[in-house]
């Protein structure tokens, strides 16, 4: 159970800054900029957004489903509750500048901020990339230049216009909704790579969401899947985020 929600906010673990760089506009940089445009109007924006998750992990050694409660107040909370048949299993809560986590099996617990994280995962880490995940937005800013879309036959690619030395980027609109498809970062160098898809896109009350989201960590020969699928969603009602680590649990040392 820890590795479910230790990947729910860790799994940009490739993420590094990303900063776009001004050159002289194109023709092709305006035709980007239109097709990037279209796909920011399709992001779903909400207050706050209440959900029932089906979140199935696997990997080589492990296949495991989870009911999640997720509640999230825009840009400042992620609360995510799993359960297995209705018994308690687990706690996250994430906000900007902390990250709290507690599992009731091991009886261990997380209590740190991105800082933390960010150190020891050797790469920059923070609130919006994991928030972006969820529901189906870019990582990165697309619409602050530096990007060329590129049209394919089943999909537009954007990509960065010069990739980074790290790690490579690709983003994949659908051509008739402009909405995120697949998301990849790969480290070639490590044999790494990051994809999330999605599909089932259903319009909410603002904006179109994901049903379905698929994030796939590959490194070497070793690949971990967290299939995730939304249920019941509600939009901008009155939620809590009840949250506090039970006495005598063991704080995971990293």
């Not at 900029?33 to 199935?56: G, P, W």
């Not at 009731?104 to 994280?117: A, H, P, S």
């Not at 796939?216 to 967290?226: L, M, N, S």
Request: glycine share 6%; hydrophobic share 35%.
């Amino acid at each position: 159970m820890k590795y479910t929600f230790s990947i729910l906010f860790c799994f940009v673990l490739l993420l590094s800054g990303c900063k776009s760089t001004r050159t002289a506009v194109t023709p092709e940089d305006l035709a980007s900029a239109k097709i990037i445009e279209s796909h920011y109007d399709t992001h779903f924006d909400f207050n706050t957004l209440a959900a029932k998750l089906k979140v199935r992990y696997k990997d080589e050694h492990t296949t495991q489903g989870v009911s999640v409660s997720l509640r999230m107040e825009k840009d400042k909370t992620i609360w995510m509750s799993a359960s297995i048949l209705g018994i308690s299993l687990a706690k996250a809560k994430i906000t900007p500048d902390h990250v709290q986590y507690y599992e009731k099996i091991d009886g261990t617990y997380f209590d740190g901020d991105f800082e933390l994280l960010s150190e020891l995962l050797g790469t920059a880490l923070d609130f919006k990339q994991v928030q972006a995940l969820l529901l189906g937005q870019p990582i990165f800013e697309l619409n602050k230049g530096g990007y060329n879309a590129i049209a394919g036959q089943q999909n537009y690619l954007v990509v960065p216009k010069k990739q980074r030395d790290l790690f490579s980027l690709f983003f994949y609109l659908d051509p008739q909704r402009f909405t995120m498809q697949q998301q990849r970062l790969q480290q070639k160098n490590k044999d790494r790579e990051l994809t999330v898809s999605y599909s089932d896109y259903a319009a909410q009350n603002i904006g179109i969401l994901p049903e379905e989201v698929l994030v796939r960590a590959k490194e070497g020969d070793k690949t971990t899947e967290i299939d995730i699928s939304y249920r019941n969603v509600e939009v901008n009602e009155e939620v809590s985020f009840p949250f506090e680590i039970p006495g005598g649990y063991k704080e995971i040392e990293l």
